[in-house]
């Protein structure tokens, strides 16, 4: 079982590294852009998502300049209209600002709200989807739209239908998720791009280190007082 689950979330990063490298340059080119510009990366995943979403927002070798949006019902309610609308009151978004959303679906109105509202910002979006999944599935919204539909960028995690890819002889159901693999894994190359961009360019990326590793408390505490008015809002 092991080894066929380790086959298939190698094969699956195989065709991503093969056919996600142009999007993943375009969204590095969005993320450099913007934090030289003085915005920040803002994250959200509903539900399972959130495991991705947590890989671009305070952790170890990613960005000062990047913020989790929380959902406070963790996908409870993602189905149901007014919910992106009713979550996004309470964000702080700005023009400059880049916005990744990771659904495997894409489906639903919480994120396909929240992106309506970023692109009236005037933020860039980042959307993070199976593509193939999602465009066999109907909207759940009273638009009609897919999330994908609004990105600037889409990344494409390879996810099959129902996310579980692994077959269980006497058993009718999948197992073994693989979004979560697949969105991390694009999300950290698009960042590690984007962080070479600014090396290019001049500009020297807001890197945080573990606070595990010694001094890294200290670096990270003066490093956070540029960015902290923003990250630290909700």
């Known amino acids: 079982m092991k080894d066929?689950?380790?086959?298939?979330?190698?094969?699956?990063?195989?065709?991503?590294?093969?056919?996600?490298?142009?999007?993943i340059a375009k969204a590095a080119e969005l993320i450099a852009d913007s934090i030289i510009k003085g915005g920040i990366i803002q994250s959200f995943g509903s539900g399972h998502s959130y495991a991705a979403a947590i890989e671009v927002a305070n952790r170890a070798g990613g960005l000062f300049a990047a913020k989790l949006i929380r959902d406070p019902a963790m996908g409870m309610y993602e189905s149901l209209e007014g919910t992106g609308d009713i979550l996004l009151r309470k964000v702080e978004i700005l023009p400059e600002d880049c916005v990744i959303i990771i659904s495997n679906s894409g489906r639903n109105p919480l994120t396909i709200e929240m992106a309506m509202k970023i692109k009236k910002i005037g933020a860039k979006l980042i959307v993070v989807t199976s593509t193939a999944a999602s465009k066999n599935l109907k909207s759940r919204h009273s638009s009609g739209k897919l999330l994908y539909e609004f990105a600037d960028v889409i990344l494409d995690n390879h996810s099959v239908d129902g996310d579980a890819a692994i077959e269980v002889k006497g058993l009718d159901a999948k197992v073994c998720g693989t979004s979560s693999i697949g969105s991390a894994a694009l999300l950290q190359a698009a960042i590690l791009s984007a962080i070479e961009l600014m090396i290019a360019r001049g500009f020297n990326p807001p890197v945080r280190i573990s606070a595990n590793v010694d001094g890294g408390t200290e670096r990270s505490l003066e490093?956070?007082?540029?960015y902290t008015h923003r990250i630290n809002h909700i």
């Open 4 to 23: 066929r689950y380790f086959s298939f979330i190698v094969d699956m990063l195989t065709k991503m590294e093969a056919d996600q490298s142009e999007n």
């Open 223 to 226: 490093i956070e007082k540029k």
